[in-house]
């Protein structure tokens, strides 16, 4: 039996598919079970991080766990619970996902979110993996509201490049890592194979779509008012300000070769993420005329 934290999550819930489709015993985690829509045959258990009670039941009789913490300020302390429930319950494996750039001084406090997360499997005496992913090529879905309105897309990086990875490569090495101790002791760095500015995405995206797409650049200086007057909640403002930055000045041009190792096969880009996506952005396609930036 394998438990997937996050279940419900972008990463959490494709895993479920991927081990689902092969058969293998999956328990899903979720707060709410009885709203959560999961393949036949998969058990579903309530986990809420709020309750570190749900925490034990969830771990009996697994194997191997999927931990996914919440990141943040004010909540690090979450992965160290599970691994405890997890040393409890006798599991042997886990894998934690944390996120590109964890440790690096140079991301001041968001780069530390996941640094008691990741310390506390290391110290686990269990087998573990750590996953280290790029951002996601479906960020790029926050794109379909001002597109669909004939809007231009914002720009929060300048000319900072990063390899955006594709998520389902991110679940297949999370699958992989579950099932096998060949990735015990291992932190991969989960990259896309090209690096991308948000223009380049943007141009990628245009073809995909057949239709333009126009790019408004938000200044460094502005960044803040313009999350701010999107309603995002000051925490992840001051948050994102850094990690911004930090792609601004180059800092996340890394191009890793972990996914080809794990999988045997190269990551997906964000030119095949897009075209396997492209029925989401269908509003796009039907939207009003493209309005200047």
């Not at 990063?162 to 699958?175: E, G, L, N, Y």
Request: net charge negative; aromatic share 6%.
């Amino acid at each position: 039996m394998i438990l997937i934290t996050g279940a419900t999550g972008t990463i959490g819930s494709d895993i479920v598919r991927q081990l689902a489709a092969e058969g293998v015993a999956v328990r899903a985690a979720t707060r709410d079970p009885e709203q959560a829509g999961f393949p036949a045959g998969v058990e579903v258990v309530r986990v809420d991080y709020r309750d570190p009670a749900t925490f034990g039941p969830a771990m009996a009789g697994v194997a191997a766990a999927f931990l996914v913490g919440i990141p943040g300020p004010d909540s690090t302390g979450t992965d160290a619970e599970l691994v405890a429930a997890a040393r409890k319950a006798g599991v042997r494996r886990v894998v934690k996902l944390s996120a590109v750039g964890t440790g690096d001084p140079r991301l001041g406090v968001p780069g530390s979110w996941h640094v008691p997360g990741e310390q506390a499997v290391r110290d686990s005496g269990l087998e573990w993996t750590i996953l280290r992913p790029n951002t996601f090529a479906s960020n790029t879905f926050s794109w379909i509201e001002p597109l669909s309105n004939g809007h231009p897309v914002p720009n929060l990086t300048g000319d900072g490049r990063q390899a955006v990875v594709d998520p389902r490569d991110v679940s297949a090495v999370a699958a992989a890592a579950l099932r096998s101790n060949d990735h015990h002791g291992r932190i991969y760095t989960l990259t896309g194979p090209d690096l991308h500015t948000g223009r380049d995405q943007a141009a990628v995206l245009a073809r995909v779509l057949d239709r333009p797409i126009a790019v408004t650049d938000i200044a460094e200086a502005d960044a803040r008012a313009f999350m701010v007057a999107a309603g995002l909640p000051p925490a992840f403002v001051e948050g994102s300000l850094i990690g911004q930055s930090f792609i601004r000045g180059g800092h996340n041009e890394l191009v890793t070769d972990d996914i080809e190792r794990v999988l045997g096969r190269p990551p997906r880009g964000y030119a095949a993420w897009a075209a396997d996506h492209r029925a989401a952005f269908a509003p796009v396609v039907a939207g009003g005329a493209l309005k200047p930036s």
